[in-house]
């Protein structure tokens, strides 16, 4: 069975991989690329202009017999799914249902396991039992300061808000015809010494939903004075909360269409928003922003205003988000609100052209406002937070024209602003290196019999880092690189796949060469990370002294071999 990402949920379909790839055989990938872009035959291959970044000479290239496609310039890689996923800004899930209808193979998305079925029932009954309890007597409260923030009747139902009394009344009523371990494994209930409770008590209730409009989980807002302010279902088979999205489902659309979308945090915020016609929102469920959640944003649009409070604590999530947002490839800008207010408050008293009109800065402009007004030791810390944001960017091209906006508007050297932060300096590597750098070597195998057999000489799927050792098992197993390219989850990975699957390998370089130069090189990251490690415990440990010298040695042994 497979498991398929539900933008930001985790839905375990049972969807036999026998299917997926009779779905992906019966597609044809240059087919179903060539109804999107104008493709060229140029020998076995195709090759069009890439529809990732500007393309002026044709760098995007199609091999129908390896099922995949590789742009030469911007790395973007992957099979019919993936290019659905990224073009389109399908979930896997969709692109499987869109090609599935497409070559006219039935498909149910409905059969799910049971526990999950089960789950995504009783979430959705408990959905259901929240909004009824808004009308009733118990409710009351959060009625009432629903409409003390001025939250109308189509907003309530729209998103279907409810709410959790105080007291003990969701379980009650659910462990009728569930168990109470089946409502704990939901996150709808609590267990302590004294008994089993309702998860919710004395909140207001955000319904959030997958792709397909399924209940997952819950966000709540406390009603009075209390702690914690916003409270989230706990991780569940099917709700992951450093990928849920509140208002992704219901405003999906409105952000493909326009491009773009703000970040806010409150739900609140949200749905104020959404009163006065801006639609095009997501909320971070009250809580700090996640790369996953920025991964999740990436599937709809590329660009990204952030709309915080204006104050201390908005101020501070916003510099955070940015370099979140930035490392997932998206494009940046911060709505300034005037100080004090928040996305909700601002709404209601202005009118949406004053809102259009409020500052949308760059995340350089954000980063480097006050710049001038600021003493030394203030300047020195705006520097060095905008040259870790400035190399989150991984696009080199992208990286090299926001440095060249930041030395302008500051005034600066480009080399200070150029430099790599401190955290990147020699001996200190980062697991995205050695990720890539495994992708690549996976890439080689992929690509050729003989570096497969060379490669599973050296190397065991367990050897390779977690994110990839599903896809190095079926590698090895010769399994078709059409079949699993869908299944590496950065575009970042699968790019570095794709650059030793489809480079040019010179004609005097032996296949037994190429691959002891990639272990090689592996090895050496290895090492700098175990010496990294034991670096910060040589003062207490002697034996840490000894081990870090002789992995030095054996670094500079490897060096000399190059």
């Not at 069009?48 to 044709?58: E, I, Q, S």
């Not at 790395?75 to 979930?91: C, E, H, P």
């Not at 979430?123 to 939250?151: I, Q, W």
């Not at 150029?418 to 992929?446: C, H, M, Y």
């Amino acid at each position: 069975m497979v498991v398929g990402n539900l933008g930001g949920s985790i839905l375990n379909l049972m969807v036999d991989p026998a299917t997926i790839e009779r779905i992906r055989e019966a597609n044809p990938i240059e087919d179903v690329i060539g109804e999107f872009l104008t493709l060229e035959k140029v020998g076995k291959q195709y090759r069009a202009l890439c529809p990732f970044h500007p393309d002026t000479k044709p760098s995007f290239y199609v091999s129908p017999d390896k099922g995949v496609y590789h742009c030469f310039g911007c790395g973007k890689s992957g099979n019919v799914f993936t290019f659905l996923q990224d073009y389109k800004g399908m979930s896997f899930i969709e692109a499987l249902h869109f090609l599935a209808e497409r070559a006219g193979i039935s498909l149910d998305l409905t059969r799910l396991s049971p526990k999950v079925s089960q789950q995504l029932t009783i979430l959705e009954e408990a959905a259901n039992f929240y909004h009824k309890m808004l009308r009733d007597p118990k409710g009351r409260t959060c009625y009432e300061y629903l409409k003390s923030r001025g939250v109308d009747e189509t907003a309530i139902e729209h998103f279907m808000l409810g709410c959790a009394p105080s007291g003990y009344v969701l379980v009650p009523e659910l462990s009728k015809r569930y168990s109470l371990a089946t409502l704990i494994e939901a996150g709808l209930a609590t267990q302590d010494d004294k008994g089993v409770w309702d998860f919710f008590r004395n909140r207001i209730i955000f319904p959030v939903r997958n792709t397909f409009g399924r209940v997952i989980g819950f966000s709540s807002r406390i009603i009075d004075v209390g702690e914690p302010k916003y409270l989230n279902s706990p991780d569940t088979p099917v709700f992951h909360k450093k990928k849920a999205l509140y208002g992704m489902y219901e405003n999906r659309d409105t952000i493909r269409r326009e491009g773009m979308v703000y970040l806010v945090e409150g739900n609140l915020d949200l749905i104020s928003l959404w009163q006065h016609g801006i639609r095009n929102v997501v909320a971070t469920l009250g809580t700090a922003l996640t790369p996953e959640q920025a991964l999740v944003i990436k599937r709809y649009t590329d660009k990204v205003v952030i709309l915080y409070d204006a104050d201390d604590a908005g101020h501070k999530a916003a510099s955070r988000a940015i370099d979140i947002l930035l490392a997932a490839d998206l494009d940046v800008y911060v709505k300034l609100l005037p100080e004090g207010e928040d996305p909700d408050t601002y709404i209601k008293v202005h009118s949406v052209d004053e809102f259009n009109a409020l500052p949308t800065l760059t995340f350089v402009e954000y980063r480097a406002r006050d710049y001038r007004n600021k003493p030394a030791d203030e300047k020195i810390k705006i520097l060095q937070e905008l040259r870790v944001s400035l190399h989150k960017i991984k696009d080199r091209l992208r990286r090299t024209v926001w440095i060249d906006e930041a030395s302008k508007l500051l005034n600066i050297s480009r080399e200070v602003l150029e430099e790599p932060p401190e955290s990147t300096s020699f001996l200190t590597v980062s697991a995205a290196n050695r990720d890539k750098l495994e992708a690549e070597i996976l890439g080689l195998a992929a690509r050729d019999e003989a570096l497969l057999q060379l490669i599973r000489m050296k190397m065991a799927p367990e050897d390779f880092v977690p994110s990839l050792q599903n896809v190095a098992t079926l590698i090895f197993q010769g399994k078709q690189v059409g079949e699993i390219f869908h299944l590496i989850e950065s575009d970042t990975l699968r790019a570095c796949f794709a650059r030793t699957l489809f480079m040019k390998i010179e004609a005097d370089l032996t296949y037994e060469t190429l691959v002891d130069d990639y272990l090689r090189a592996l090895r050496r990251l290895k090492i700098k990370e175990r010496m990294q490690m034991l670096k910060s415990q040589l003062e207490e440990d002697p034996t840490a002294l000894r081990e870090y010298q002789r992995l030095a040695e054996e670094y500079q042994q490897l060096l000399r071999k190059e």
